[in-house]
């Protein structure tokens, strides 16, 4: 007998780490992925139709977006198309340039990655100050070459095409001191507003950094986080762990 997709949620509820407590999210389905920050969660769909949390709601936003991004920096997101927009005044305003993945989690800049995996830092005067079309945007190329990358206050991470991770220090102007490497193998990365950091890696797992500070912020080794089913994407904030499956299934998860 083949189990459903709803049985094999209850199964993986029933079977969570007791470390964790996780529910299934409501009112949404399909999730391709999921991004929290400063107290807000935004989310895309397989359908590209993009999603902001009020409450226990979820709102769609206008336009179609493949992946959405919130923090410090406000909220960004990408098109099928690779086109950038950034939210403002309740509608998306096309920015100049193309990315396959952003992140709006630095002190109000933004980072994002191109489809060759090259990546690029715009300033916190730059997307603080972005209204539309004849504002500024002068994206700052970062060396090395990644294709996720996430940024906290304690640095930004980034995973390569081999799941190599990596940490780099970037400040407001996009200035750096070139990556550093870490040991481990993950498929995407995320970084929390707090500094922590979470990933999953290319069989499903699920893993977070310990002991991140400002005075040690590559941190002291990873630990598992047991999870029942295979996934694809994570998020934090407020100690809220959101965690979206292979097949689209969302949880949220509190320690």
């Not at 630990?223 to 407020?238: A, E, F, N, Q």
Request: some cysteine; overall charge neutral.
């Amino acid at each position: 007998m083949r189990a459903t997709p709803a049985i094999l949620l209850v199964l993986c509820l029933l079977a969570a780490s007791h470390a964790w407590d996780c529910q299934p999210v409501v009112d949404i389905k399909n999730l391709v992925q999921i991004d929290a920050g400063l107290g807000q969660v935004v989310a895309t769909n397989t359908s590209q139709i993009p999603y902001y949390l009020v409450g226990d709601e979820w709102i769609p936003l206008p336009g179609s977006l493949k992946h959405i991004t919130v923090g410090p920096a406000g909220i960004w997101g990408i098109n099928k198309a690779d086109s950038i927009y950034k939210y403002v005044a309740g509608n998306w305003v096309q920015a100049a340039g193309s990315l396959k993945q952003l992140d709006a989690g630095g002190d109000q800049f933004v980072v994002g990655v191109y489809m060759k995996d090259t990546s690029f830092c715009l300033t916190s005067s730059a997307t603080v100050g972005y209204k539309g079309p004849g504002s500024p945007l002068p994206w700052t190329g970062l060396p090395g070459s990644v294709k996720y990358s996430s940024c906290g206050p304690f640095g930004c991470w980034a995973v390569n095409k081999n799941d190599d991770i990596f940490l780099m220090s970037l400040n407001q102007d996009c200035r750096n001191n070139g990556w550093s490497h870490i040991d481990g193998k993950l498929s995407m990365i995320e970084v929390a507003t707090d500094g922590s950091v979470f990933g999953v890696t290319s069989a499903g797992s699920v893993y977070t950094r310990d002991g991140i500070t400002a005075s040690k912020p590559e941190g002291t080794g990873w630990s598992h986080i047991p999870m029942c089913m295979i996934m694809k994407h994570v998020t934090y904030d407020l100690g809220r762990l959101w965690v979206v499956s292979k097949s689209g299934f969302a949880m949220v998860c509190t320690h």
